[in-house]
């Protein structure tokens, strides 16, 4: 167009506006929490730091971003990311140009020095996740395109290629530990079974147990780390006053989180959303701060330590005699309880997602979903709204003790520390950023939120980039509350907002979770 | 008798300054219909910008004109958690007007761990404690070798209170602003067809809520002298409650929510254990949403098909 060039000035004008009044109140904003510092000097006395450069550098970061954002042309770029991410041959392409990107950076790690090293670690590890990102859209793309849903041959290969994702997906969860220690060594693998493999399945269990109470009854729950430390608790106390084993603790722990279901359950029966979850959330608390004044029960802060460990059928994952290592004749490595810990937290986390899957064919599933999207008329049409309710608190509250209980024995130590309303706002995070009532959609949330968070401490590459006093498990929180936001802007009804009805006529139509108006449940 | 007219005293001071934070968490549900979750990390945020700037303010004025100071250090706090507020409110809360009802929500505490985290990395996590101001004390009267005592400190935080709660009655009763206000809250969609601009309102009424919140976060920061950046979770629950309590929606309600909360907790703590006090404060909040959900002063909510 002729006219484009004069019209583009006064757009200048306009996005160096905005840049400037985002500047302006980036400077309102950081002022005194960023340029100062109030810390407590040799004699106790508080005075204050000083911190303008880092000031400068967010003032200046925040102007450019703004102006950059307000410049770019959204339209014509959402046209060409669209069109990019249609087709199967363009991502194809991205994914090898980042595969010999990451592959450069590799090499350049390997030849240069200093923080050098590790700038070029940190593409090739960024580069290699694009490369993996690219490679799944492009097979999935391809599969979409080559096999559509509108035709009967394009649904059953969907619906077989379906089955064999999740066959693929539980191989490779049984596979993970001996993979990692094939590749890691006895040593190095700990950190991958433990910290990644058992701290995301035990979220992943937690998100499930919850979703049942949040996503499919569509009860908000903000208190439901208190089965979990029901759960934790039970099986600590029980254990070490009577010294029953861990299978038989696991299901009264199971039986006891229900049971404090129940008991929730019942009061809150009349209330709805909001005031529901500011209950549930008092709820918590008053178990929370139990467990911390209780002092003769539970030892308050200081917790209980010394919590047994399971055993297999008996053969404990010691380094004596009658261990695990020394009855089946290998070198013994701390690496094997956790393996065998991870196969029971995989186990449990199955069981939740398989009696789920079940429950949701059955009356009393199909009864929650009914109640989540409109209480009047489920009461209209004769479902005892109480014993709904009440169930789908016990059996997400059971769950929720199994996990605790699992934790309990995993950790060998627990505290009211690790039962705080920031875990019940993880949990609760997890399912509805992966989309409520969305069995995946939730793993996928834990995979991300919890192994991100896990990912930043292994960010020892930003230390030396950004300095020895840089701490990135300092801003894990930080991130976690901020990927809050911005997920729920970007798809506020979750990662996997479609919903599919669980009992179908012929064929089972995906509807879009933005046609699904939820009542105040 | 002695005991009980000092822990009224105490108790009076702590609930307004659950009351003033209680009336922001009032305000934005009554015209969102939204658990601003985040309230209660903007009052400790508000708190720690107070520490800052009297720490700015003492530096350069010196510690002779400590009235004045504090004078300065309230209406900055207050300027900066306005604008703290409205920027929260357009970037976490605006976006997500109109969508499904838990993603506010959600937003909102995530927003919530964003700040408590943020304040922690800024500002560290130590608790940061000022020597004591306004320690002296006016003794009332003497029964039983027991002195019933009132402190300076108290006396400003019932005043600053007070004049606060006459000037925010007004705006919201007197003025077109807050004519606005309410008719946003009854029908955003009739008040907006009558002229009234409702992305402003909702603008100013977060604007107004975190002046208040500041000035509950100077107050508490005045009282106990000491600022964490965990400090926002429990006085904020509690100060829903007194919100919950009153009636939710009802100013005056989150007034006097506030205050029974307060007096609640300290007579809790000096008759029974200290304890314990969180737990009385939670299972009053429970029974009250048991058996009185609309709260003291609250309209009954009319559930229409």
Known sequence: ?521 | MEVLIQQLINGITLGSIYGLIAIGYTMVFGILGMVNFAHGDVFMVSAFVALIAFLILTSWIGASLIVLALLIVLILAMLYTSLLNWAIERAAYRPLRGSFRLAPLISAIGMSIFLMNFVQVAQGPRNKSIPPLFADVIVLFTANDYDVTISYKQLVIWLVTAVLLVAFWYVVSRTALGRAQRACEQDQKMASLVGIDVDRTISITFVIAGALAAVAGTLYWVNYGVISFADGFTPGVKAFTAAVLGGIGSLPGAVIGGLLIGLIETLWSAYFSTDYKDVAAFSILIIVMIFLPQGLLGRPEVEKV
Not at chain 1, 244 to 251: D, G, H
Not at chain 1, 288 to 304: F, K
Not at chain 1, 347 to 372: C, K, N, Q, S, V
């Open chain 1, 1 to 521: 167009m002729a006219d484009e060039a004069p019209a583009s000035r006064p757009d200048l004008v306009r996005a160096l506006r905005a840049a400037g009044f985002t500047a302006l109140v980036t400077v309102g904003l950081l002022l005194p929490l960023i340029a100062f510092r109030a810390v407590h000097d040799i004699r106790n006395e508080l005075v204050l730091e000083t911190r303008w450069p880092l000031f400068a550098v967010l003032v200046a970061v925040a102007f450019v971003g703004r102006l950059a954002w307000e410049l770019l042309p959204h339209d014509r770029l959402k046209l060409t990311l669209a069109t990019f991410f249609q087709s199967p041959l363009k991502l194809a392409i991205a994914a090898a140009v980042s595969w010999v990107a990451a592959f450069v950076a590799h090499l350049t790690s390997l030849t240069a020095f200093g923080p050098k090293v590790a700038l070029a670690r940190l593409f090739a590890i960024v580069l290699a996740f694009c490369f993996f990102g690219f490679a799944i859209g492009a097979v999935a793309v391809w599969v979409t395109n080559r096999y559509p849903m509108t035709t009967e041959p394009g649904r059953h290969r969907r619906h077989q290629i379906g089955v064999g994702l999740r066959a693929g997906a539980i191989g490779f969860l049984l596979a993970y530990p001996l993979m990692m220690l094939w590749l890691a060594g006895a040593q190095g693998a700990i950190k991958w079974v433990d910290n990644f493999g058992i701290q995301i399945l035990i979220y992943v269990m937690l998100g499930w147990g919850l979703n049942i109470v949040v996503g499919l009854a569509g009860l908000l729950d903000l208190g439901y780390v208190a089965f979990y430390a029901v759960g934790a608790y039970s099986y600590a106390l029980l254990a070490k006053t009577f010294g029953l084993s861990f299978w038989i603790l696991l299901p009264l722990a199971g039986i006891l989180a229900a049971f404090w279901g129940i008991l929730l359950g019942f009061p809150v029966l009349r209330l709805r959303g909001d005031y529901l979850a500011i209950v549930t959330l008092a709820f918590g608390e008053i178990i929370r701060l139990v467990l911390i004044n209780w002092v003769d029960l539970t030892n308050g802060y200081a917790g209980i330590s010394g919590v047994p460990r399971p055993t297999l059928f008996g053969i404990p994952f010691t380094a004596a005699e009658d261990g695990f290592a020394a009855r089946f004749g290998i070198e013994f490595a701390a690496i094997h309880r956790s393996i065998f810990l991870y196969y029971v937290i995989l186990l449990l986390a199955l069981l939740t997602a398989l009696i789920t899957i079940r429950l949701r064919r059955l009356p009393i599933g199909r009864a929650w979903e009914a109640l989540r999207e409109d209480e009047i008329a489920c009461r209209a049409l004769g479902i005892n709204t109480t014993n709904t309710k009440l169930t789908a608190f016990a059996i997400g509250a059971m769950f929720g003790g199994f996990a605790g209980s699992f934790f309990a024995a995993r950790q060998g130590f627990i505290s009211p520390e690790s039962f705080t309303f920031m875990e019940s706002a993880v949990i609760v995070a997890i399912v509805v950023l992966g989309g409520m009532g969305s069995q995946i959609g939730v793993a996928v949330a834990a995979i991300i939120m919890i192994g991100g968070t896990e990912l930043m401490r292994e960010l020892d590459i930003l230390k030396e980039i950004f300095g020895r006093d840089f701490d990135p498990t300092q801003y894990r929180m930080l991130l976690f509350g901020l990927a809050m936001v911005l997920i729920m802007i970007w798809k506020p009804r979750g990662l996997i907002a479609a919903r599919q009805p669980s009992v179908f006529l012929k064929e089972r139509k995906a509807v879009s979770g933005a046609h699904v108006r939820e009542g105040h449940g």
